[in-house]
């Protein structure tokens, strides 16, 4: 089973700043990365897809990097509906798709 | 409207059974496998299941295995997770969730909430 590792556990940060979030793989996932924004009470959403596609309707504001075992999510001028947890996902060697523990977005 | 809608959760109490749904909507149905993720109160993202579009195929998470199972019916556009033998540890919000073209999962339901307690 691949272990999805999230850092950090919590970020706190003001609206307008840039945030960098990052996922790390156990094993080579290739590409095969998404990531999804849950906010309290809601399920979650698919933001980007293939480490870095962007998925229908996202902000040009989210962006994904990486590959292999190391991954990026970076939000760029971090907005007031932004602040959420983020959890990352790999769909390449499976079962299981596993998830990281996730990131909580938190207001400054 | 692209959408999936869950239901059937509640409160049931320790080794009994609970079966939830999923109907879709919005989109064909089978041509897509489709998931069941879940959440426990304060959790990440657990995977529980997966069944393909055409329903042959189907994978599960250690933790459930044997105790629950999945299944579809394309001709309703429905999805089902069956689940036996509940413990309280299975106490969580459950969530279809479709498998997009790129693979991740990029239709999620609004969840389901299952109560296992005495």
């Known amino acids: 089973e691949i272990v999805m590792t999230q850092s950090p556990a919590t970020l706190s940060v003001s609206p307008g700043e840039r945030v960098t979030l990052s996922c790390r793989a156990s094993q080579s996932v290739r590409d095969k990365l998404a990531w999804y924004q849950q906010k309290p009470g809601q399920a979650p959403r698919l933001l980007i897809s293939?480490?870095?596609t962007r998925a229908t309707g996202i902000p040009a504001r989210f962006s994904g990097s990486g590959s292999g075992t190391e991954f990026t999510l970076t939000i760029t001028g971090l907005q007031s509906e932004d602040f959420a947890v983020y959890y990352c996902?790999?769909?390449?060697?499976?079962?299981?798709?596993?998830f990281g523990q996730g990131t909580k977005v938190e207001i400054k | 409207q692209v959408q999936v809608v869950e239901s059937g959760g509640g409160v049931v109490q320790p080794w009994r059974s609970l079966t939830l749904s999923c109907a879709a909507s919005g989109f064909t149905f089978s041509w897509h496998s489709m998931h069941w993720v879940r959440q426990a109160p304060g959790k990440g993202l657990e995977w529980v299941a997966v069944v393909s579009s055409d329903g042959r195929n189907k994978y599960y998470a250690d933790s459930v295995k044997v105790r629950f199972t999945i299944s579809r019916d394309n001709s309703k556009n429905t999805l089902s997770l069956e689940m036996n033998s509940l413990r309280p540890e299975d106490t969580a919000v459950y969530y279809c969730a479709r498998e997009g073209a790129y693979r991740s999962f990029d239709i999620w339901g609004q969840g389901t909430m299952v109560t296992v307690s005495s």
């Open positions: 996902q790999q769909y390449d060697n499976w079962p299981p798709w596993t």
């Open positions: 293939g480490a870095s």
